[in-house]
């Protein structure tokens, strides 16, 4: 099992920055990659960002060139930086755990951060 706990989202006014981050407890080991999802009401969450364990990163083009995620594995912790926000950024964002157990992959969810963009 795998603990996560996101902070760092708030209103910010479009063109601003946030911080988001991550942190993980539990089976930390076991965790092979890390990422961060977005979600608004009646849509289907999307992925951001994700970052292997060895460090390798992808973004969904509708962030890339502006938000950047990072992983912190002394302090178990996964951050993403987001830059030149949009409205359309707008959404609950949750970070994400992926884990092999017994040769089967799980993945496990934070309880999500609010993050509001205004125009």
């Known amino acids: 099992q795998v603990q996560l706990v996101e902070s760092g989202g708030g209103l910010v006014q479009a063109g601003g920055s946030l911080r988001l981050s991550c942190a993980a407890s539990?089976?930390?080991?076991?965790?092979?990659?890390m990422g961060w999802s977005r979600q608004t009401p009646g849509k289907q969450r999307e992925l951001v960002a994700s970052?292997?364990?060895?460090?390798?990163?992808n973004y969904a083009d509708s962030v890339k060139g502006r938000f950047t995620i990072s992983r912190d594995n002394a302090k178990n912790t996964v951050y993403l930086e987001m830059n030149s926000l949009k409205p359309e950024d707008t959404a609950v964002y949750y970070c994400?755990?992926?884990?092999?157990?017994?040769?089967?992959?799980?993945?496990?969810w934070g309880q999500g951060t609010q993050v509001t963009v205004s125009s």
């Open positions: 994400s755990a992926d884990v092999v157990i017994t040769g089967i992959p799980h993945r496990f």
């Open positions: 539990g089976s930390i080991s076991s965790i092979i990659g």
């Open positions: 970052i292997t364990s060895s460090g390798s990163s």
